[in-house]
């Protein structure tokens, strides 16, 4: 079985991302990712039980509170991928990493460098064959304020079925910021 581990985006950022998305779609037939609107923690990987991933993220969400971080503007891998940039907090990068740590355990679990400590944390909205409207899709974004706060509160478990992400297990993260 494909899994992938993401930490979803909610409220008004999520709808703001899941919307954008499908306006773009809609406008320039640029299609992204079948996933909610989430920044990656492990890209796709292939196992037949993930009993030890489980039980590590339910430990993990029972011990570590949420922690804060900004969305503020647009940014883009070369004409490949256009997002959302994150600007985590470092007591979000330190959760990350602590979370991090305890995924490498996991034997099935290999970390890269574009899904390990030192990725860049984004929100993907374009990155689906969009070279040839690049600049077009670009220069459209760039006109919408994108300026949101954040928590990291959630740790995602999707796997693929049916030629989708469908979402396996949802971790919470006690979230202190809030009423």
Not at 39 to 63: A, G, R, V
Not at 114 to 125: L, P
Not at 142 to 161: A, S, T
Request: net charge neutral.
């Amino acid at each position: 079985m494909r899994y992938v581990i993401v930490s979803v985006v909610k409220g008004k950022l999520g709808n703001f991302n899941n919307n954008l998305r499908k306006e773009i779609f809609n406008k320039f037939k640029a299609k992204s990712s079948k996933l909610p609107a989430h920044f990656t923690i492990k890209s796709p990987f292939e196992t037949d039980n993930i009993d030890d991933l489980e039980n590590i993220l339910d430990s993990f969400s029972n011990n570590y509170l949420s922690e804060p971080y900004k969305i503020k503007g647009y940014a883009h891998f070369d004409n490949r991928v256009i997002f959302m940039k994150v600007l985590m907090s470092d007591e979000g990068k330190i959760l990350h990493d602590k979370l991090i740590d305890e995924l490498s355990k996991i034997p099935y679990i290999n970390f890269g460098e574009k899904d390990g400590k030192d990725k860049v944390f984004h929100i993907t909205i374009s990155s689906k064959k969009i070279q040839k409207i690049f600049n077009e899709l670009w220069e459209y974004v760039n006109k919408i304020d994108c300026d949101f706060d954040c928590h990291f509160d959630n740790i995602c478990i999707y796997k693929w079925e049916n030629n989708t992400w469908i979402l396996h297990n949802e971790y919470i993260l006690k979230n202190l910021y809030q009423d």
